[in-house]
């Protein structure tokens, strides 16, 4: 939960995790460490919001809204302008990570990298292209296998997220 390289100041936790710690336990412990907590659930019932609330949770929030819904929120919560939020510099790279070889994308790769690291799904990233959900999955398959070859994988998600971030992809 906390690190001095990558202190964490939002956590998003989902309200059902198949654990046996309360959601109030999880909050308070996230709270401990300093980080903000937004609770993400599919149970959204009033008495779930009002345990997560009243734990210390700073916002309840459905998982059936969209991503953008959800960064919104996460920017109020935080304390940036939700219309224009504030462009910040990345947090250091981890000790050797500079001088790591680039793989070369082609524009629809670094498009659809970008816009999929940017929180949006296959599908949104293929309508967002205007191009056959087939295209921006194979899009995204080749951006994994060339990160892949120059020794940086990139096999999930929050792997990809990291990379675009340490060759400047995020906006």
């Not at 700073?58 to 940036?80: H, T, Y």
């Not at 939700?82 to 000790?95: G, I, K």
């Not at 050797?96 to 296959?122: C, D, I, M, W």
């Not at 087939?134 to 999930?156: D, F, G, I, M, Q």
């Amino acid at each position: 939960m906390h690190s001095d390289n990558f202190p964490t100041e939002l956590v998003l936790l989902d309200f059902k995790l198949k654990e046996s710690v309360s959601i109030e336990a999880r909050v308070r412990t996230c709270r401990a460490a300093g980080a903000k907590v937004i609770i993400l659930s599919s149970l959204d019932s009033r008495e779930a919001r009002e345990r997560a609330l009243a734990a210390g949770a700073a916002d309840f929030l459905s998982k059936s809204l969209p991503m953008q819904a959800v960064m919104d929120a996460a920017r109020r919560v935080m304390g940036m302008d939700v219309e224009a939020p504030e462009v910040r510099d990345w947090r250091p790279l981890p000790s050797g990570a500079l001088n790591q070889v680039k793989p070369k994308l082609s524009h629809g790769e670094q498009e659809a990298f970008r816009l999929y690291v940017s929180g949006l799904t296959t599908v949104q990233v293929a309508e967002e292209m205007n191009v056959q959900y087939e295209t921006a999955k194979t899009y995204l398959r080749r951006v994994r296998e060339k990160y892949a070859k120059v020794n940086r994988p990139a096999s999930k998600k929050a792997e990809l997220i990291r990379r675009a971030a340490e060759d400047g992809f995020l906006e």
